[in-house]
Each structure stands twice: as structure tokens, then as C-alpha cells.
């Protein structure tokens, strides 16, 4: 691999600070991450209907079932390469 200028080790740092705010906002106990599903199917998914119908006037009636935002999602992995990228920049520059 070419060795990185200081540059782009720079902007490398940069981008793990910004990856870094992201996770932030997304673990805090005040956020809540969602999917959406055509329908509740439990009393712990949020009903929501769409507040602009569709084509033929109708309103699209949708479920949001909040998610696990420690395991069990692909939200994991931008902590996994917020690790990857902080471990890369130590064992490289001493960042």
C-alpha cells in the first residue's frame, strides 16, 4: 500500500470525527430508528398514516416498529468502521 501524506491523513481524521457525531446522534437515548412495515402487528409498532394520499386519494397506512440500534441492525457497522478507521490512523500515524 503507498503511504499516505499528512493531507490525507488529515482528511482521513476529519472523516472519523464526522463519523464519530453521526454515531453519536444515533446512540443517544433520545433518538429512536424505525422501519417501516405496511401494517402494526404488535401494540409496540407506531401507526402512522401517510399524510398525503396517493394518486387515487387514498391514504397509505403504514407501521413503524422501532429497532435495536446496538445489534441486530446494520447500524453496527459505522461503529465497527469508526473502530476500523480510528485503529488504522493509530497504527499508522500515532493519531
Do not use: W
Request: proline share 3%; net charge positive.
Amino acid at each position: 500500500m503507498a503511504k499516505l501524506t499528512k493531507k490525507q491523513a488529515k482528511e482521513l481524521s476529519d472523516i472519523l470525527y464526522d463519523l464519530g457525531i453521526g454515531v453519536q446522534f444515533i446512540q443517544d437515548e433520545k433518538t429512536a430508528v424505525c422501519r417501516r412495515k405496511p401494517a402494526a402487528t404488535t401494540v409496540l409498532d407506531y401507526t402512522r398514516t401517510n399524510p398525503i394520499p396517493d394518486s387515487i386519494g387514498q391514504f397509505d397506512n403504514y407501521a413503524l416498529t422501532e429497532i435495536n440500534k446496538e445489534a441486530g441492525s446494520n447500524l453496527i457497522y459505522l461503529e465497527v468502521a469508526q473502530r476500523k478507521l480510528r485503529a488504522f490512523l493509530n497504527v499508522n500515524f500515532g493519531a
